[in-house]
């Protein structure tokens, strides 16, 4: 779980969130957190979201994720991912507030 950077993703509520940004194949370790999978725009150095979501293991949920395909047909480049320890409702209640501004396609 090496991450390269961080991201800053801001939610419909204005709240912001920081992500590390890791390969698309990059292995988790088993902690509950938020993730996201996104598209690398190296031109204009933009992100597109296709899916969020949340797990109390990112290990056990990234390691076979039914959505994976859907991103993949949307051009997924990398994983962005945190640790969120505040407890599920915490987890959801972050990745409702991205999914308000987001809508990914994979969703």
Same mark, same amino acid.
């Given at each position: 779980?090496?991450?390269? +950077?961080?991201?800053?993703?801001? /939610?419909?509520?204005?709240?912001?969130?920081?992500? +590390?940004?890791?390969?698309?194949?990059?292995? &988790?370790?088993?902690?509950? /957190?938020?993730?996201? &999978?996104?598209? $690398?725009?190296?031109?204009? #150095?933009?992100?597109?979201?296709?899916?969020?979501? =949340?797990?109390?293991?990112?290990?056990? #949920?990234?390691?076979?994720? =039914?959505?994976?395909?859907?991103? =993949?047909? $949307? /051009?997924?480049?990398?994983?962005?991912? $945190?640790?969120?320890?505040?407890?599920?409702?915490?987890?959801?209640? =972050?990745?409702?507030?991205?999914?308000? #501004? &987001?809508?990914?396609?994979?969703?």
């Amino acid at each position: 779980m090496t991450n390269q +950077s961080t991201q800053t993703w801001t /939610g419909q509520s204005g709240k912001e969130y920081t992500y +590390s940004v890791y390969d698309k194949d990059a292995k &988790f370790n088993d902690v509950p /957190g938020n993730y996201i &999978f996104a598209r $690398h725009n190296s031109q204009n #150095r933009t992100w597109t979201p296709l899916y969020i979501g =949340e797990t109390s293991s990112l290990q056990d #949920r990234l390691s076979n994720h =039914e959505k994976r395909p859907c991103a =993949e047909q $949307h /051009g997924l480049t990398h994983i962005h991912a $945190h640790v969120n320890n505040g407890g599920q409702a915490a987890r959801r209640e =972050e990745e409702q507030d991205l999914l308000g #501004r &987001f809508n990914p396609p994979c969703q």
